[in-house]
Nanobody, 116 residues
Framework: QVQLVESGGGLVQAGGSLRLSCAAS????????MGWYRQAPGKEREFVAV????????NYADSVKGRFTISRDNAKNTVYLQMNGLKPEDTAIYYC?????????WGQGTQVTVSS
């Protein structure tokens, strides 16, 4: 089993920045990648960013390219999401996930609210 704990959410004004963290524990060997998704009220969960655990290669949703940066610390089994230039439409619950073997694990989510 894998446990994921997110932190770093909060309330910020438009144009501001936040840094989310997601710490993984448990059976994290053979991790393929870790990523971030978000879900706004009344909307489906959507992909934000992903990072390959071994190579460090990244991929982003078009809506966050150039504003968000995903990174990892392999020694700490932690993934980060640096969010700059935040917009009100970035308001959502942000979820971390980890893909390992044939299973995807999810964190409990952290709220990000961007005021205009």
């Amino acid at each position: 089993q894998v446990q994921l704990v997110e932190s770093g959410g909060g309330l910020v004004q438009a144009g501001g920045s936040l840094r989310l963290s997601c710490a993984a524990s448990g059976r994290t060997f053979s991790t393929l990648d870790m990523g971030w998704y978000r879900q706004a009220p009344g909307k489906e969960r959507e992909f934000v960013a992903v990072i390959n655990w071994s190579s460090g290669s990244t991929n982003y949703a078009d809506s966050v390219k150039g504003r968000f940066t995903i990174s990892r610390d392999n020694a700490k089994n932690t993934v980060y999401l640096q969010m700059n230039g935040l917009k009100p439409e970035d308001t959502a619950i942000y979820y971390c996930n980890l893909r390992r073997l044939s299973t995807t694990y999810w964190g409990q989510g952290t709220q990000v609210t961007v005021s205009s």
